[in-house]
């Protein structure tokens, strides 16, 4: 079983950094692929980045490339977040989640492929 809790959450200004870590409490994180994704309020939720579970492949949204890297930590049991250059338009609630399908070793952006997800936590970027 997967039981996944982010932390790191918070307010900064435009232009500043935040790091979002996700833990598993279950013991087959590294049987999956880890996504992150997040949700503006009136928005759906959207696909952030996603890395393959032997963290060789890792995915971006367009809108996050450069600014943002996905890594993963698999005796911690742990994925993180590293996120620069944040703008106000990156406010949301960030979800991390699980994917035990995949096949290919290409990280999915598809957020139907994830069975996982924590309760997410608060990213708020002011102007």
């Known amino acids: 079983q997967v039981q996944l809790v982010e932390s790191g959450g918070g307010l900064v200004q435009a232009g500043g950094s935040l790091r979002l870590s996700c833990a598993d409490s279950?013991?087959?994180?590294?049987?999956?692929?880890m996504g992150w994704f997040r949700q503006a309020p009136g928005k759906e939720r959207e696909f952030v980045a996603a890395?393959?579970?032997?963290?060789?492949?890792?995915n971006y949204a367009n809108s996050v490339k450069g600014r943002f890297t996905i890594s993963r930590d698999n005796a911690k049991h742990t994925v993180y977040l590293q996120m620069n250059s944040l703008k106000p338009e990156d406010t949301a609630v960030y979800y991390c989640?699980?994917?035990?399908?995949?096949?290919?070793?290409?990280?999915?952006?598809?957020?139907?492929?994830?069975?996982?997800w924590g309760q997410g936590t608060q990213v708020t970027v002011s102007s």
């Open positions: 890395i393959s579970w032997s963290g060789v492949s890792t």
């Open positions: 989640a699980a994917n035990g399908r995949s096949t290919s070793g290409w990280p999915s952006s598809r957020r139907y492929e994830y069975d996982y």
């Open positions: 279950g013991r087959t994180f590294i049987n999956y692929d």
